[in-house]
Each structure stands twice: as structure tokens, then as C-alpha cells.
């Protein structure tokens, strides 16, 4: 049983935090900008909460984060009211953000000078795999602090992986992202191409997820996408907030990306439509306008 305090009770931070009371069995502290969501929270798991990160990570052997992005990263870490402020030697951050592998290395550098470890950990597995607590955790850090925290992350996680130092579990996430976007496109384009060709998609669907096309986007997201349900899931927002660190990371390791690049546009488009917070499957939408 550790000490934890959890910064961003977000879509994914709300549950993962949950687990770590019921399934880790750990005394955790809640922070959230918005202070309804983190009473309702404690409301719901017990444990306290705290009104800014520094007071929530003041003592703490752990502190995980799950916010949206670079800056807000840095808010909740930086500064008098941020966790590091009040972190001790030998705790340890872990950050579950979908952020820069710049940042990471940025606050991996802050946290030592402190004498503080520094995880970058972002998620993949959605909002359902938070809920159910099997995410798949891509790390980066130096080990002592990874086999520090790995026992707390398996919390809510059915995969947890070291990938490499600071950074390196950003970008592996960015790989999942790049894997996803032409994988989606592809899906999309198929299912638009079944309709126009006058087929039944769930027969179709059937029989090829069985073969070589399957995946897990084939799998979870035909049969809403036949029906034209987008209003659930990875928001394309966040989709195009990821697709921009994979081209920014691109740009500077020399990496092409025609595909990646081409479908970040495609969800521009699906933006302008309205689509902000459908689920990144709505390039279906886009195509059948
Ligand atoms: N949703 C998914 O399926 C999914 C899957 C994999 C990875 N991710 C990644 O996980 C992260 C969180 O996603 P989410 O879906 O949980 O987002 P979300 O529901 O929008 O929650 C974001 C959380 O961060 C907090 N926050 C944002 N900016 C902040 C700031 N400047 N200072 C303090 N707190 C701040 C928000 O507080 P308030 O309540 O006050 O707004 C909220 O608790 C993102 O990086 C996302 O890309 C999401």
C-alpha cells in the first residue's frame, strides 16, 4: 500500500484514480482544476482532496497526472502551486498525459534536480480501458524509477512496458497514433466503399475481420460507424492534438509521414463539420457528406 496523490480526473484520470483505491488498495489524494468533479469523486472512493497539485502531492511516495496536454502538464508540475514544489527525494511523478516527448524530458530534468523520479506513462486502451482497468502503459524513465512505480500503474493496466529513457514512452504513443490514423482512414473507406457497392456491411464485416483486414478498429467500431454513431470515444480533438506531436516529433527525427499527415487534414475537415468530440472513427462522416 503506497501513498498517491492523482492530478486530472478527467474521462480517463476519474476511473484509473478509482482503481487505485479498489483494485491497488493504496491511500490516494485528489486534485482536479475543476474541485465538483474531485467532491464527487471522493464522494464515490473516499480519500481526500486537495485544492491546488502541491497540496495533493505533499508527502506522497507517487504522484500520477492524466491532463490534456504540454502546458497543462506544466501547471500541475511547475511553480509554487505544482506538485514539485512540495514532491520529496525519492518520489516519484508519472505522467499519463498524451504529451510532447519534449516535455517529458523537460520535467524528467526539473524532477532530478529535486532528487524526484520521472515516468512519462501515456495510455492507450480508451475510455473503456480505463474503466475496466486494463490500459496498455508505454513508459519512459530510468528503471529504478519505472520498478518503482510499475506496481502502482498495474492498478489499472493489463500492459506496462519501459521503452527507454525520458521521452521514449511519448513516443511509442505517437507510433500507436500513427498506426491508428491510416488504419481508421482505411476502415472508413472500406465501409463507404461496401455501402456504395450495395453490400451488407455486418456480413461483410463478418466474414473479413476474420481474415487478414481485422483489427481492433474493425472489431469495436463497424458496427457504429454503419449506423452513423460518433457521440462516445477518443475525441477527434485529442486525435488531432496527438496526430500534431507525431508531425512536430517527425519534422525534427526526419521521419515522412504522407499517410499520418494527409488523415490529420481529413479530421480537420471532420472539425469544421462539427465533429470536435466524435469518436475518431467520424471519418466515415466526412465521406459521406
Ligand atoms: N479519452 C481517451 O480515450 C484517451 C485515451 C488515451 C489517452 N488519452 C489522453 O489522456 C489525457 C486526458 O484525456 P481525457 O479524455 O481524460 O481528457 P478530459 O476528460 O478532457 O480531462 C482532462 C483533465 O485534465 C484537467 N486539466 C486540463 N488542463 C488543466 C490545467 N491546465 N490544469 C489543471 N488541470 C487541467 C481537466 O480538469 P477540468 O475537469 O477542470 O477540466 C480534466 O481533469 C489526454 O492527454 C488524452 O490525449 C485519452
Same mark, same amino acid.
Given at each position: ?34 474541485? #465538483?468533479?474531485?467532491?464527487?469523486? =471522493?464522494?464515490?472512493? !473516499? %480519500?481526500?482532496? @486537495?485544492?491546488?497539485?502541491? $497540496? ?73 480501458? #480505463?474503466?475496466?482497468?486494463?490500459? =496498455?502503459?508505454?513508459? !519512459? %524513465?530510468?528503471? @529504478?524509477?519505472?520498478?518503482? $512505480? ?140
Amino acid at each position: 500500500m503506497a501513498s498517491v496523490a492523482f492530478l486530472g480526473l478527467g474521462v480517463m484520470g476519474y476511473p484509473m484514480a478509482g482503481h487505485l483505491v479498489h483494485k491497488g488498495k493504496h491511500k490516494v489524494a485528489v486534485y482536479n482544476r475543476t474541485q #465538483a468533479k474531485a467532491e464527487k469523486w =471522493t464522494a464515490e472512493h !473516499g %480519500g481526500i482532496f @486537495a485544492p491546488t497539485p502541491a $497540496a495533493a502531492a505533499r508527502g506522497k511516495e507517487f504522484v500520477m497526472a492524466c491532463v490534456g496536454n504540454d502546458d497543462d502538464l506544466r501547471s500541475v508540475t511547475l511553480g509554487s502551486d505544482g506538485a514539485f514544489a512540495t514532491m520529496e527525494r525519492g518520489s516519484v511523478f508519472v505522467d499519463h498525459t498524451t504529451a510532447s516527448a519534449e516535455v517529458a524530458r523537460e520535467l524528467a530534468e526539473e524532477a532530478k534536480k529535486r532528487g524526484i523520479g520521472f515516468v512519462d506513462a501515456p495510455v492507450s486502451g480508451g475510455q473503456a480501458g #480505463a474503466e475496466n482497468g486494463v490500459l =496498455t502503459v508505454m513508459c !519512459g %524513465g530510468e528503471k @529504478a524509477d519505472f520498478d518503482k $512505480a510499475g506496481p502502482v500503474i498495474d492498478s489499472y493496466a493489463r500492459m506496462v512496458g519501459l521503452m527507454g529513457p525520458a521521452g521514449a514512452g511519448q513516443l511509442t504513443k505517437m507510433i500507436n497514433q500513427i498506426c491508428i490514423a491510416g488504419l481508421v482512414q482505411g476502415l472508413a473507406e472500406g465501409i463507404h466503399f461496401g455501402k456504395k457497392a450495395g453490400l451488407d456491411i455486418e456480413a461483410v464485416i463478418d466474414v473479413i475481420s476474420k481474415g487478414a483486414a481485422g483489427s481492433w478498429q474493425m472489431e469495436n467500431r463497424y458496427k457504429t460507424m454503419n449506423e452513423g454513431k460518433y457521440d462516445f470515444g477518443f475525441a477527434v480533438d485529442w486525435m488531432r492534438k496527438d496526430l500534431g506531436i507525431c508531425l512536430a516529433e517527425a519534422d525534427r527525427n526526419g521521419a515522412k509521414l504522407p499517410v499520418t499527415a494527409l488523415v490529420d487534414q481529413f479530421y480537420k475537415e471532420v472539425q469544421q463539420i462539427g465533429g470536435n468530440r466524435w469518436d475518431t472513427s467520424s471519418l466515415l462522416a466526412r465521406l459521406e457528406r
